[in-house]
């Protein structure tokens, strides 16, 4: 198989980012339009968080069963059974007509847009090397953060015009053309691997996640967080990765080989990567509340509002990919990227109903340029450290951990602030809810804060190493050239 031009990269590339411009808008876009759903559905704000955990839930327990799929079947297949299922459960989704009914079609979406997050990441390292990826996953983690941050935009102007409800739809165009233009512009290398699928890991693995995830979510609204439901939840999701782990020491094709944890970088890559979860998706999902609540700002305006978090990210990234092809250096910029992230969340524990919007902005370019430096290059770094037989299952891994943090994070933080709000309205009246939500989701952001210093210590202790010249696509055409030689 020819090595392709930089034309032939970038025209399976656009397939590639419109997969994953609708994987992260299925997270996003309802941020803005939640209030009215809720309201309109009849919710709770523990259902108000469910719709958000419910897809990031899917997602996070699904990615390393996609990624581990990717080892061993046809990549592009699987990518394109993602879309069609991310359609699925995006045109049930718009037929709501009970919080129930949504949050198990979120929870479809899920499975799709993790089948987009795991896969897109690995195909890219098909078709470029680890040197020359930074400059094409720049523009990734671009359409990571336009999704990020403009979903919200997007969902806002969406409900204000023609209904909530098509905020499930209008993902559903993007990817039928994502499908489409996969089709006629992606050509991988066949996988020669004997199919081994790790049913019992895979298994275990979800099980013990979900039941782990499920916990934190209810846990302090629901119920107690010492009670029995904490038991059972924490007992069974700990015995279940407990025998997840027996399970992948046993096995040939092991969903999730357990030999990438004993390498440093992968396991540094794994504490930041969580770190960017809670960070991002928090960010995006509190501070539509802030905006639509504490300041009283239409769906749309608080879409619009966090434009600068998009600016910064998507300014970021392209940049800094481009920069660390270059160069072929990249610990530096994640360095200052950890310092702009955990600075970013900082100043945003300030906020409170009466905060500059100017003020607002410039913390939130803080922020989104952090994002934009870390991303994609903690993918690039595991890339470039794992054998090329575990890309899907290394490239999984960082998107799980990532997912796994987003869930947690936007669970815990939702608890938190329920419980905030609760205890201060009660005992205030009138205006006051305002202010409680506004202090309220400070209080979220400062409780953040810290986790930047996590990322910057993890990334302090990676040990940069030079990037590799060889894409998939090399590999493949390496290997297929042997028998000829022989």
């Known amino acids: 198989m020819e090595a392709m031009t930089h034309r032939q990269i970038l025209e399976a590339m656009s397939g590639l980012l419109l997969g994953m411009f609708v994987a992260i808008l299925s997270s996003t876009v309802v941020s803005t339009s939640l209030p009215r759903i809720v309201s309109d559905l009849g919710g709770t704000q523990s259902g108000y968080t469910w719709v958000v955990t419910a897809t990031l839930l899917a997602l996070t327990v699904t990615t390393p069963i996609w990624g581990k799929l990717a080892d061993l079947f046809d990549r592009k297949v699987l990518v394109q059974t993602g879309l069609g299922i991310f359609v699925v459960g995006s045109l049930l989704a718009g037929l709501s007509t009970s919080m129930a009914w949504l949050i198990a079609c979120r929870a479809i979406q899920g499975i799709g847009a993790g089948g987009l997050t795991a896969l897109v990441q690995v195909i890219l390292s098909d078709l470029v090397s680890p040197r020359e990826r930074g400059r094409y996953a720049g523009y990734l983690g671009a359409v990571f953060g336009l999704g990020t941050v403009a979903g ?9 015009s023609v209904g909530w409800r098509w905020c499930f ?17 992606l050509h991988l290398p066949r996988h020669h691997r004997p199919v081994r699928i790790d049913y019992a890991g895979a298994a275990l693995i979800a099980g013990g996640a979900a039941a782990l995830l499920i916990w934190v979510s209810l846990a302090g609204q629901q ?3 010492l009670s029995w439901q904490t038991a059972a939840l924490v007992g069974g999701g700990l015995a279940l990765i407990v025998a997840a782990v027996a399970v992948e020491r046993r096995v040939r094709e092991p969903l999730v080989p357990l030999r990438l944890f004993s390498h440093r970088t992968v396991v540094l890559a794994v504490i ?35 434009i600068p978090m998009m600016v910064g990210l998507f300014t970021a990234s392209s940049l800094i990919g481009r920069r660390v092809s270059r160069t072929g250096r990249y610990k530096q910029v994640m360095l200052t990227g950890t310092a702009l992230l955990t600075a970013g969340l900082a100043l945003m524990g300030t906020l409170d109903e009466t905060t500059s919007l100017v003020e607002l902005g410039a913390f939130m370019v803080l922020v989104g340029a952090g994002l934009g430096m870390l991303m994609q290059n903690l993918v690039l770094v595991v890339q470039n450290a794992v054998a090329h037989t575990d890309m899907g299952a290394g490239s999984s891994l960082i998107a799980f951990f990532r997912s796994l943090g987003g869930a947690v994070g936007v669970a815990a933080l939702g608890a938190l602030l329920a419980s905030r709000i609760h205890g201060a309205v009660t005992v205030t009246a009138g205006g006051a809810v305002q202010h409680a939500y506004a ?36 590999i493949a055409r390496e290997r297929d050239a042997l028998p000829q030689a022989a």
């Open 272 to 306: 930041a990567s969580i770190a960017v979860g809670i960070a991002m998706f928090g960010t995006s999902v509190f501070l539509s509340q802030y905006m639509q609540i504490a300041r009283g700002k239409s769906p749309t305006a608080s879409g619009l509002l966090t």
């Open 152 to 160: 919200p935009l997007i969902g806002g102007v969406v409900t204000d």
């Open 169 to 185: 739809y209008i993902g559903v165009p993007f990817a039928v053309a994502a499908f489409a233009v996969l089709q006629r512009t």
């Open 439 to 474: 202090t309220g989701i400070a209080e979220i952001f400062l409780v953040a804060a810290p986790l930047g210093l996590v990322a910057m210590v993890a990334v302090a202790l990676l040990h940069e190493a030079p990037l590799g010249t060889r894409s998939g696509i090399d």
């Open 223 to 225: 119920y107690d967080w």
